[in-house]
């Protein structure tokens, strides 16, 4: 049976030129035997039509809070209570903040307020605008009150532009969608651990030697191994990211604390992902108060020892070892560096990044990846980390059965 049969799915329409591939996404949902109901901005008439909505979606479009027939029945709250989730595509930069301020001012805004169903937001618009601070923070406030993203992806756009800022395709919406929507209780006999985000290794009270990484694909890479029933264990970093559905939070600040809690879960875990970027250093002796600038002083040395080395550790253990995947961040040589640290460091799988483009790696809302395992290998073309991280999942899924299976 379809997934997605009899779930009630409210579309919201913005104005922007992707509402073309809006009519597509709904074509889709029905074929899934979806029920879909769509709420119309002002904005967005201008660019599709109730009538196609209507025929589309076989069912009547709304495009006002202020209806008299609707509102007899009390229209926006009937539909916020139908809903089982509310996918709004495309959602135009305007929305978004309209939405982050918690503004009702129109059908749409004031639905998302009133709906207990979650929220699913496909962003479009100029790659400058969406590159915009404002519209980052919005995005950002969103997601921390719960809301999901697909999207958007980079590309050539409408206006000429060419970047981050195209819809997500139809399809893909419709995957974002399955996932959130349909429990999935494939991986429910797995324990996962992952680690993520960056370290933070004391110099004094008051300084500490870290790096770049925003935790994000760490933490989407938990969020896609809850969604299909792991028991996930996420070992994080100082991150400042909401903690994704389902999943058990460990907070630490020093790659020794990472190690200790990744060698005590690991060995009760079906598979262990080193997502964290791990300062390989750190302080021989941290300072124990603040450490003064002196005049006579123009340079100061920091004498530095080895980290442990997490992963590694892991996949020496002897006794229930877990399906051990790495991460590589390189800036050249991004195949070879990764397949010799899968060697060195003895791991079932590496995921290479290549952290010197622009639009993938630390802190970008996408990534690209070359994986790698024994006598294998996948790449994964640019998408948003949470997409990435679902075929992460697959191709470990994929891999760990058949080691399982040759044993
Ligand atoms: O967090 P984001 O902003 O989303 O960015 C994601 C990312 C770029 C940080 C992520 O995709 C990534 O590549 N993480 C690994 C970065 C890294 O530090 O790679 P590395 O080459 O230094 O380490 C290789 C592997 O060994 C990694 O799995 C790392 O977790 C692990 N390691 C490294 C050092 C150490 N002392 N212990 C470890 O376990």
Redesign the pocket.
């Known amino acids: 049976m379809n997934k997605l049969a009899g779930k009630n799915i409210v579309v919201g329409i913005t104005a922007g030129i992707a509402a073309y591939k809006s009519i597509e996404f709904i074509r889709l949902l029905r074929k899934a035997q979806a029920n879909v109901r769509v709420v119309l901005t002002n904005a967005a008439q201008a660019f599709v039509t109730p009538l196609t909505l209507q025929a589309i979606s076989g069912n009547a479009v709304a495009t006002s809070l202020l209806d008299p027939q609707a509102e007899l029945a009390m229209g926006h709250i009937e539909l916020a209570k139908w809903a089982d989730m509310v996918v709004i595509a495309p959602a135009t930069a305007d929305v978004l903040a309209r939405l982050a301020c918690g503004q009702a001012n129109d059908l749409l805004t004031t639905l998302c307020l009133a709906t207990r169903a979650s929220l699913l937001l496909a962003p479009a618009m100029n790659q400058q605008m969406f590159a915009h601070a404002a519209v980052q923070a919005n995005l950002t406030q969103l997601k921390v009150r719960g809301a999901h993203t697909v999207g958007p992806n980079a590309g050539e756009q409408a206006c000429g532009d060419v970047g981050l800022g195209r819809m997500a395709e139809p399809a893909e919406i419709v995957a974002a969608l399955t996932a959130l929507l349909v429990s999935d209780d494939t991986l429910s006999d797995w324990v996962v651990t992952l ?3 960056p370290t933070q290794e004391a110099i004094d009270p008051v300084r500490y030697i870290s790096n ?7 933490f989407a890479l938990a969020q896609a191994f809850a969604e299909r029933g792991a028991q996930v264990n996420l070992i994080a970093g100082p991150v400042a990211l909401p903690t994704p559905d389902k999943v058990t939070r460990i907070d630490v600040l020093s ?1 020794d604390e990472m190690y200790q809690h990744a060698l005590e879960l690991a060995t009760q875990s079906a598979v262990f992902v ?7 250093y750190k302080m021989a002796q941290v300072a124990a108060h603040k450490l003064k600038k002196t005049a006579a002083q123009d340079t100061l040395t920091l004498t530095l020892v080895k ?6 550790s892991v996949a020496a253990l002897q006794t229930n070892r877990p399906f051990v995947v ?5 800036t050249q040589n991004v195949a070879e560096y990764a397949q010799s ?1 899968l060697v060195r ?1 003895k791991l079932d799988m590496i ?1 290479a ?1 290549d ?1 010197s483009q622009k639009e993938i ?4 809302e996408q ?1 690209a990846l070359s994986v790698f395992w024994p006598g294998g290998q996948a790449d994964l073309p640019q998408a948003d ?1 949470l997409s990435i991280a679902r075929q992460v999942v697959d191709l470990i899924i994929a891999q760990r059965n058949h080691i399982q299976s040759a044993v």
Do not use: L, Q, W, Y
């Open positions: 680690t993520a985000g770049h990484s925003s935790g994000k694909m760490g790659a080193g997502c964290a970027a791990v300062a390989d980290n442990p080395d997490i992963i590694a790495g991460f590589a961040a390189e640290k460091k995921c990044n952290v790696g630390f802190g970008r990534n980390k």
